[in-house]
């Protein structure tokens, strides 16, 4: 046989091996899948949510939703709107997201100061049960995702007095791996401002996971977050007789998505990718898929707490 003949019949038998060891390949991770999946369900302990929102401001005005408490969603809200104040906070909590904003706006009236703080806070934990080979360990891979931002402005002369501030913290964890993101923005009286963290992203995340003998693994998914917005305003006034000079704040957090989960990217076992296997969770969420919804865009949803502030204190000072 020629030698071009040789190396002909040498690439075909390589390529018929390979095709036979990605079969070999298929069929296994099918076969671990069904083995998994074959064994009965585990009972998994009840998910539960948390929310609440507060508000206060400089005349008195305050307002607590109490802590809510549910095994799937759970919402919580809370606003107080007074002569040169409007503040309030939003949260909602489950089946694998967080949404939470907040916000604050404080304008002197006359010779009078004025503030506002708007707080909100949501957390959750579910149960997640992934269908494997017993007695096998294996890598489950997903993303988490932190979407919205803050923002901070402050008016009036050099003279007047002005604070704006907006923060966030989040915590999360699959399967005992966690990722924590916090930051926030300030705004000062003569332009002082800082920031830091002021916007989201998305975090891969990858859980070792251990299928016990009936071929299941068990872990939680827990989701906490936290705004907080606060605003400041004092005018200006060089005597009783001179003129007054005003000042205004905003600040707000506003996350239309605060946290949620992407979906699992991948579930590896003995360097096998296992596709097909079955999921459950408590809260019924299947999280091999993404949990985000449609919601407003951050931005235009923290562009619309301002403005609702400003609205609600103006109003109240015409009446």
């Known amino acids: 046989m020629s030698g071009i003949a040789s190396t002909l019949v040498r690439e075909d038998s390589g390529r018929r091996a390979a095709k036979r060891c990605q079969a070999a390949l298929t069929l296994t991770a099918a076969a671990l899948v069904a083995a998994g999946s074959a064994q009965a369900q585990p009972t998994l302990p009840a998910a539960q949510s948390y929310a609440q929102a507060t508000s206060t401001d400089y005349v008195g005005g305050s307002c607590d939703s109490g802590l809510k408490i549910g095994t799937n969603s759970i919402s919580a809200s809370c606003a107080v709107v007074s002569p040169g104040s409007s503040s309030g906070g939003l949260a909602t909590a489950g089946n694998g997201s967080v949404r939470i904003s907040s916000n604050a706006d404080a304008q002197s009236l006359g010779t009078d100061s004025h503030s506002g703080n708007g707080w909100s806070s949501a957390s959750f934990v579910d149960w997640i049960a992934i269908a494997g080979p017993a007695g096998k360990t294996g890598t489950l891979t997903g993303t988490l995702y932190f979407a919205g931002g803050v923002g901070a402005s402050v008016g009036g002369?050099?003279?007047?007095?002005?604070?704006?501030?907006?923060?966030?913290?989040?915590?999360?964890?699959?399967?005992?791996?966690?990722?924590?993101?916090?930051?926030?923005?300030?705004?000062?009286?003569?332009?002082?401002?800082?920031?830091?963290?002021?916007?989201?992203?998305?975090?891969?995340?990858?859980?070792?996971?251990?299928?016990?003998?009936?071929?299941?693994?068990?872990?939680?998914?827990?989701?906490?977050?936290?705004?907080?917005?606060?605003?400041?305003?004092?005018?200006?006034?060089?005597?009783?007789?001179?003129?007054?000079?005003?000042?205004?704040?905003?600040?707000?957090?506003?996350?239309?998505?605060?946290?949620?989960?992407?979906?699992?990217?991948?579930?590896?076992?003995?360097?096998?990718?296992?596709?097909?296997?079955?999921?459950?969770?408590?809260?019924?969420?299947?999280?091999?898929?993404?949990?985000?919804?449609?919601?407003?865009?951050?931005?235009?949803?923290?562009?619309?707490?301002?403005?609702?502030?400003?609205?609600?204190?103006?109003?109240r000072r015409r009446a």
């Open 157 to 315: 002369a050099a003279e007047t007095a002005t604070a704006a501030g907006a923060s966030y913290n989040f915590s999360a964890s699959f399967f005992g791996q966690n990722v924590a993101l916090s930051g926030g923005v300030q705004q000062g009286t003569n332009g002082v401002s800082s920031s830091s963290n002021p916007a989201g992203g998305a975090f891969t995340v990858s859980a070792p996971v251990s299928f016990d003998s009936t071929g299941w693994a068990v872990g939680a998914i827990t989701m906490t977050a936290l705004t907080q917005s606060e605003a400041g305003a004092r005018p200006y006034q060089q005597t009783s007789v001179s003129p007054i000079v005003s000042a205004e704040a905003h600040a707000a957090a506003a996350f239309g998505h605060t946290l949620y989960w992407g979906g699992i990217s991948s579930l590896t076992v003995d360097g096998v990718e296992l596709t097909g296997y079955s999921q459950l969770s408590a809260s019924g969420t299947d999280y091999r898929v993404s949990t985000a919804t449609a919601v407003p865009e951050p931005a235009s949803l923290a562009l619309l707490l301002v403005g609702l502030g400003v609205v609600g204190w103006r109003a």
